[in-house]
């Protein structure tokens, strides 16, 4: 008899052990739903190698960077004839008025990186976004050639 109710002990905490990791699990999908998680290329930004800055630029509604910034996309032209690398920070609001942060990144190899912080858009995934390109063209705006 000892033998079934050793058996029968086994059974039932293999069974009440099942509901932790349904639990669990659930808790995992839930979250990485949520984006409690982390945000990968919030992650990734946060632990870049940091540039030299090219400084930090506030656009209002309706206000252009080539208007704004020029002495900011100077600094990024300069850094990008001589080889050299750096930042800008653009934080421009949406039409509904939330901020976007834009990180501009011109790399020493002459690739231009730019981060999206769109955490704080409430019209969007509220999410950060990167993009890339190796031959930036700086005309009217910064951007990369398409």
Do not use: N
Not at 16 to 36: F, K
Not at 41 to 48: F, G, H, I, T
Not at 109 to 124: A, C, I, K, P
């Amino acid at each position: 008899m000892t033998g079934q109710s050793s058996a029968r002990r086994r059974c039932v905490a293999a069974v009440s052990a099942r509901p932790w990791l349904v639990a669990a699990a659930a808790t995992s999908l839930l979250a990485a739903g949520c984006g409690m998680l982390g945000d990968p290329v919030k992650e990734r930004w946060a632990s870049r190698t940091e540039f030299s800055s090219c400084g930090e630029v506030s656009l209002d509604q309706g206000e252009e960077i080539k208007q704004t910034a020029v002495r900011e996309i100077a600094c990024l032209r300069a850094a990008l004839k001589s080889g050299e690398s750096a930042e800008l920070k653009v934080t421009h609001p949406t039409v509904e008025g939330d901020p976007i942060r834009e990180y501009y990144r011109l790399t020493p190899q002459g690739r231009l990186e730019v981060y999206t912080d769109s955490t704080d858009d409430h019209f969007s995934d509220r999410k950060w976004s990167f993009v890339e390109c190796y031959t930036p063209e700086w005309l009217v705006e910064i951007s990369c050639d398409q």
